[in-house]
């Protein structure tokens, strides 16, 4: 896989994981269970370590915060996370969303 395409699925992965959690009651999930959902519903199947690096990407520009559970990850989405759902604002390293949101 070329470093472009690597890339590119890095940031949809990072976009899908923020419509995921924008999706949820609390606006939070495990990492378990956003890898489940990258792998079942959209064909991105990567470790759970994997997803953990795209939490922490997401972590870094202030669009999640991460609780520490044992061996998963708690990520809740931000004020920031859900602004670039809404596409109020544009953060680096996340795929835009479309106009459907």
């Known amino acids: 896989m070329s470093a472009r395409m690597a890339e590119n699925i890095e940031q949809e992965a990072r976009l899908i994981i923020l419509r995921t959690l924008s999706e949820q009651v609390d606006f939070r999930l495990n990492s378990s269970l956003l890898r489940d959902d990258l792998a079942a519903r959209w064909a991105i199947n990567r470790s ?6 795209q939490l922490g990407a997401l972590a870094e ?29 544009v953060l680096d390293g996340v795929k835009r969303p479309g106009p459907e949101g």
Do not use: F, M, P
């Open 48 to 53: 759970r370590e994997w997803v953990h690096v």
């Open 61 to 89: 520009i202030g669009a999640v915060a991460i609780i520490d559970s044992g061996s998963v990850r708690i990520a809740e989405i931000t004020k920031r996370g859900l602004q670039h759902i809404n596409r109020e604002i």
